[in-house]
């Protein structure tokens, strides 16, 4: 039997053959321009675990700025989060932000995005800027997000092509109420060993607007120096809860409540490059990016206190001072921290604010016997910094090379947590901010 088919057919079934194809062929390219690469210019999983902390994903990330780095907010301000910061590349990336609630401990909360945010819970970024006449490309990008309404710890995520999880960079960020009045004050460690070097911070609350049947239960305090949550101190245990008063102090005399006072901090002037600023002994011009040689330093642990009237707490101020030049003209260079010292037992590291007080391989120093001095080189964009000199070691204390004092000029934040009972939630109903110089 043979199948007999005529013009008019062949010519319809040719036309549901190209239709068909072309369907087939449109969802196949669909698929997979929506499909989310696995890699990223730089050739890394895109599917990273989150970290509930301050900290960069990726190494071409640079320069940070979170709300005029301040972290703390009173949730009832007008103006809205933002969020500024560098990628070292020229080619655009598609970025989106969202908040992450968590506890006190910053752990993930187990509340619903509604219950603390009006809006999406996504935001595109309001600009970006290339740099202008730069060794270092970079591309600038400028974000705006609306405030949460229910006060506690929120992570920031920056994350790539609308995929949660191919995260860029995460911050931490607060957002108090204050509903409880907190009254504290500094003074030397009541322990005999740390007189010289530690400050302990002593203080009382009145929780007079809330309604707590267990106060002990209810409140959670958190104090921080100089906005470093690596030392904060946390889970202490009032030393008196009077109930009536509604009121709670916190006078210990065991030192679980001190600080060593450190030193002041070392700072380094890199708001200009066309010139040596202060602390900078040499600028390489002739490598890219250019190199800055800081003037060698050297161990002060065995030196009296001496106050410093340029010292910012461990602060970045970012800036360029070089004339005629803009934000978007500041460039990058790699800065060389020497520190004369014989070789010691542990780890030394370069930390401040800079690098959000973490200690790994991008600030750890080598040691080079020959000339008896810790060394490193860390990427940093045009500012005036604090930096100070970390020792991590099991027998000597982390002020190995720079000594401490218990008349160290410090900032100190004290944070209250409270969990109302049937609550899921950590709100901060109080914040406290004060600066020991007050007070020696």
Known sequence: MHLV?????LEMVTKVLHKTLRITLTVVLTCLWSCVPISTTNSTIAIKKINYDDHNYEDYVGNVILNSNNPFQDIGGAQPLTLEFDLLTDKFENLQVRYIHCNANWTKSKIQEIEYLRSFNQFDHTSFDYSTNTKVNYIQYFFELDRPFLSGNYLIVVHRRNNKEDILLTRRMVFYKNRVSVVSKIRVSSTVKNRRTHQQIDFEMNYGGIQSPNPQRDFKVVILQNKNWNTAISDLKPTSIQSGQKKMEWNLFTGENTFSGQN????????????????????????????????????????????????????????????G????????????FTMKSER?????????????????????????????????SIRLKQGYYDYMYFVDSPQLPSYELEGS?????????ILVYYRSPGRINDEVVGFFSMNSGDFF
Do not use: C
């Open 5 to 9: 088919v005529l013009p008019n057919q």
């Open 264 to 323: 002041q901090f070392r700072y380094l002037d890199l708001r200009t490059l066309n010139l040596r600023g202060i602390k900078v002994a040499k600028i390489d011009k002739e490598t890219v990016p250019w190199s800055v040689y800081q003037g060698l330093d050297k161990s002060s642990r065995n030196e009296s206190y001496r106050g410093l009237i340029n010292d910012n707490n461990g602060r970045v101020i970012p800036g360029n001072s070089d004339p």
């Open 325 to 336: 030049e803009s934000w978007l003209e500041a460039d990058y260079a790699n800065v060389y």
């Open 344 to 376: 010691l037992d542990g780890r030394v590291y370069v930390t401040g604010r800079f690098n959000d007080w973490r200690r790994d391989d991008n600030n750890i120093m080598q040691y080079d016997k020959t000339n008896q001095v810790y060394h490193t």
């Open 405 to 413: 004092h218990y008349q160290t000029e410090n900032e100190y934040d």
